[in-house]
């Protein structure tokens, strides 16, 4: 069967079923899938105000911003600690744009992640515009409460108290009892129902300051987007933390610490990138459950977002199963791929041998992929992970003009031609290159060309044009023979 080419519809090469799937996870995650620049519209504007959600845990804050983005963006679960890091979330409401807070819940007086985790709560808190205090009414104000609300006086932001779980008009006596806080009107709001929401966030922007007006020259497109994908507990967040040059996400022994990804803006090599943290990939992700099923579906849609994937593994181990699906699925994805591994201050000579081996055994199908040794603990080569980026990028986006192109192939046809099958030997008519971002290739051939050989033409048309980093797609359209006119 002939594979299926669309080079102009706009469904790309979806298949109507695949597309109407797709279409469907994009709008329950806040993913624009026919987005060309997703940074066009922040390109044109300078810094918008921040509002902070902040609380105890488990009263229900990222719900709210849920609510407040409209769409499944945040992850979700009825049990306390699910958010650890501070996720920031480009929001609008009433005409005005303005950038939202997520965080994990505050406690005091904690240890190990859950300090990590009131730490960036309290980050937050200093570095936002406004805060929205989410309490739960249901339970009234409690000790943590209290605590917070001394942590807000001392970082002397306006603060709307938003009292949370009010669904309905018997609970709002519940509500009122949260003016003992000294923090002004409690705003009764349900964010599981939407249920008061709008007067919340009306009094939000009234705290906030105006949005800049917007700036024209920006270069189009915004900073490039780099997703850390890995196994849990490679060191993704550490990575990012590293190249940050601050703790901004939370780092833990624990596996599986990161939830949400977390983008960060960050200058390196002169330039400036956005970074994505994302959860690790586990095994079996049809087989989890919870916060875990959703931080895998995250970070799927992260890396249909970004453009380059870094794919980290842990060079102290042997090379896994699950390593090698996850630079599948980046290669699926169509992103442009590095691979860094790391922890390679660890090794030792003879680990480092069996390493060698292991890539030459193991990840013999992306000889093409980007290669950088690193240390997100020490930073050690840190400084190679952007001229790694920049080429699988040049490559990603490499088009090859079709004069040159037909040049090409019929220079492999003259010299290496199709092997003759059933008496009848298939050869490439003309080609052209459909599209970039990865590089799609449309080959119309006289019959079937065979998997072997499109590998054959693919690895010519590395040695000739490049490519490194991306993967490329080569489709094959078999022109028909059309019987004479009697």
């Known amino acids: 069967m002939n594979d299926q080419i669309h080079t102009g519809d706009e469904h790309g090469e979806l298949g109507d079923a695949e597309y109407a799937e797709f279409m469907e996870l994009a709008a329950q995650e806040c ?128 603060v709307v108290l938003c009292a949370n779980k009010v669904d309905g008009p018997s609970a709002e006596a519940d509500a009122a009892a949260l003016w003992s806080l000294g923090l002004g009107e409690p705003y009764p709001v349900s964010a599981l129902h939407g249920r008061g929401t709008g007067d919340m966030l009306d009094a939000a922007l009234d705290a906030l300051p105006e949005a800049p007006a917007q700036t024209f020259g920006t270069a189009v497109g915004g900073p490039r987007r780099v997703a850390l994908i890995g196994r849990p507990n490679v060191g993704k967040s550490s990575l990012l933390n590293k190249v940050a040059g601050e703790e901004r996400v939370v780092v833990n022994e ?31 992700v049809h087989l989890q459950e919870g916060a875990d099923y959703y931080a895998s579906l995250r970070t799927a849609v992260a890396l249909e977002k970004a453009e380059v994937a870094v794919v980290l593994i842990d060079a102290s181990e042997s090379i896994s199963v699950q390593d090698q699906r996850i630079i599948t699925m980046a290669v699926e994805a169509g992103r442009a791929l590095v691979i860094a591994y790391n922890k390679w201050d660890t090794l030792d000579e003879e680990r480092r041998y069996y390493l060698e081996r292991e890539i030459e055994r193991d990840l013999v199908q992306i000889p093409w992929a980007q290669r950088v040794n690193v240390s997100a603990r020490t930073g050690r080569h840190m400084e190679k992970l952007v001229p790694a980026i920049e080429t699988a990028i040049a490559g990603w986006e490499t088009r090859v003009p079709t004069g040159r192109l037909n040049a090409f192939l019929g220079e492999i046809v003259a010299s290496h031609p199709h092997p003759i099958r059933g008496g009848k030997q298939p050869r490439i008519l003309f080609g052209t290159q459909a599209g970039i971002k990865p590089p799609r290739f449309v080959l119309f051939a006289s019959g079937f060309l065979e998997a072997g050989y499109r590998r054959f033409v693919e690895r010519r048309l590395r040695e000739e044009f490049g490519f490194d980093g991306t993967p490329i797609h080569i489709s094959v359209r078999v022109r028909e023979k059309r019987g004479r006119k009697k």
């Not at 958010?83 to 005091?108: I, S």
């Not at 739960?136 to 942590?151: M, Q």
């Not at 994505?276 to 079996?284: H, L």
């Open 31 to 158: 993913f624009d899938p026919e987005e060309v620049e997703s940074d066009i519209a922040a390109a044109g504007h300078g810094p918008l105000p921040v509002l902070a959600v902040v609380g105890r845990p488990n009263v229900g804050k990222s719900t709210l911003v849920n609510r407040i983005l409209g769409c499944r963006e945040a992850v979700v679960e009825d049990r306390p600690g699910v958010t650890r890091d501070r996720v920031t979330y480009e929001a609008e409401w009433a005409g005005r744009r303005f950038k939202v807070v997520d965080t994990g819940g505050w406690e005091q007086d904690v240890l190990g992640i859950d300090a990590s985790v009131a730490a960036q709560a309290e980050f937050a808190m200093e570095a936002a515009d406004a805060v929205v205090f989410v309490v739960d009414s249901s339970v009234g104000a409690t000790d943590t409460d209290e605590a917070v609300v001394k942590l807000l006086r001392r970082a002397g932001k306006p």
């Open 254 to 284: 624990q596996a599986g610490t990161t939830r949400d990804p977390v983008d960060e803006l960050i200058e390196l090599g002169g330039k400036t990138w956005k970074f994505v943290d994302t959860a690790g990939i586990r095994r079996r």
